[in-house]
T-cell receptor
Framework: AQSVTQLDSHVSVSEGTPVLLRCNYSSSYSPSLFWYVQHPNKGLQLLLKYTSAATLVKGINGFEAEFKKSETSFHLTKPSAHMSDAAEYFCVVSAFGRYNTDKLIFGTGTRLQVFP | ETGVTQSPTHLIKTRGQQVTLRCSSQSGHNTVSWYQQALGQGPQFIFQYYREEENGRGNFPPRFSGLQFPNYSSELNVNALELDDSALYLC??????????????FGQGTRLTVV
């Protein structure tokens, strides 16, 4: 069965410092992995996706994530946090493998707070 | 903006009632998936509709049902509402052809409160 575990429910950083949101995955298939962001009272926005090409994936707004098969991890990073990054972040795995990217299993979320 | 629109944005229902939520998919997309996001949780997959038929279902009881119309829009129906059905219901659209598909694009959701 497919699942993702987000290792931190809350992360707090100061503006201008690096961001690290941690995610481990479990998958019976070669997975597709995603990070989605949800701002308050907004829908979900795709930040980036891994579908078996380059293991370092670059997304929108300066975010990137590295797929590490040996560690079953897909951590999200950003070199310098901005106040507008404050939101809920979800690590997501495809339910049925690499080629089924529209049935998704979500982690429990990490709330990112950014202080001035 | 993703082009996926949901209505209504908010809804209050009484326990035992029935509710219908609506979703218009993004232009060019033929597949709609529904998710339930309880407060403080990640979204959970309810089911997906492709070519007007159910194409996969999560761990939800039969009182959760859906429809997809020829224009690819979709409805989620929930019968015999329970207090635990209170959640944000998210619709996502994608394009699927046989076993290939694009990633999902989400609407802003319908907030359902059951009292």
């Amino acid at each position: 069965a497919q699942s993702v575990t987000q290792l931190d429910s809350h992360v707090s950083v100061s503006e201008g410092t690096p961001v690290l949101l941690r995610c481990n995955y479990s998958s019976s298939y070669s997975p597709s992995l995603f990070w989605y962001v949800q701002h308050p009272n907004k829908g979900l926005q795709l930040l980036l996706k891994y579908t078996s090409a380059a293991t370092l994936v670059k997304g929108i707004n300066g975010f990137e994530a590295e797929f590490k098969k040996s560690e079953t991890s897909f951590h999200l990073t950003k070199p310098s946090a901005h106040m507008s990054d404050a939101a809920e972040y979800f690590c997501v795995v495809s339910a049925f493998g690499r080629y089924n990217t529209d049935k998704l299993i979500f982690g429990t979320g990490t709330r990112l707070q950014v202080f001035p | 903006e993703t082009g996926v629109t949901q209505s209504p944005t908010h809804l209050i229902k009484t326990r035992g009632q029935q509710v219908t939520l609506r979703c218009s998919s993004q232009s060019g997309h033929n597949t709609v998936s529904w998710y339930q996001q309880a407060l403080g949780q990640g979204p959970q997959f309810i089911f997906q509709y492709y070519r007007e038929e159910e194409n996969g279902r999560g761990n939800f009881p039969p009182r959760f049902s859906g429809l997809q119309f020829p224009n690819y829009s979709s409805e989620l129906n929930v019968n015999a509402l329970e207090l635990d059905d209170s959640a944000l219901y998210l619709c996502a659209s994608s394009w699927r052809e046989s076993e290939m598909n694009t990633e999902a694009f989400f609407g802003q959701g319908t907030r359902l409160t059951v009292v």
